[in-house]
């Protein structure tokens, strides 16, 4: 069964950091470019951050750029998400997701998705 299982959220003051990571189980993702979406109540699910395969090709959504960095572990099946300098309109639940035919900025591209992990920033 093919599984993404999201963790390292939790509640951080604001300016603080967080490293969030994702577990990938269940088949070879380490031809599968990666990504990370978030929502926050009342609003529409939201692009962060993508990785490819490889690691050669990352994008980031206009909001975390300069502040998250996304990685990928040496075995690909694993990806990261260090943020830093959070903002309390960071706030969100943080989603990882796999999609075989590449990076991308939609979410509707990808194929698998995890639960969801928490992320609470204090003013």
């Known amino acids: 069964q093919v599984q993404l299982v999201e963790s390292g959220g939790g509640l951080v003051q604001a300016g603080g950091s967080l490293r969030l990571s994702c577990a990938a189980s269940?088949?070879?993702?380490?031809?599968?470019?990666m990504g990370w979406f978030c929502q926050a109540p009342g609003k529409e699910r939201e692009f962060v951050a993508t990785?490819?395969?490889?690691?050669?090709?990352?994008y980031y959504g206009d909001s975390v750029k300069g502040r998250f960095t996304i990685s990928r572990g040496n075995a690909k099946n694993t990806v990261y998400l260090q943020m830093n300098s959070l903002k309390p309109e960071d706030t969100a639940v943080y989603y990882c997701?796999?999609?075989?035919?590449?990076?991308?900025?939609?979410?509707?591209?990808?194929?698998?998705w995890g639960q969801g992990t928490q992320v609470t920033v204090s003013s």
């Open positions: 269940g088949r070879t993702f380490s031809t599968y470019a």
């Open positions: 997701a796999a999609d075989r035919n590449g990076v991308g900025r939609v979410g509707d591209q990808y194929e698998y």
């Open positions: 990785i490819s395969w490889s690691g050669g090709i990352i």
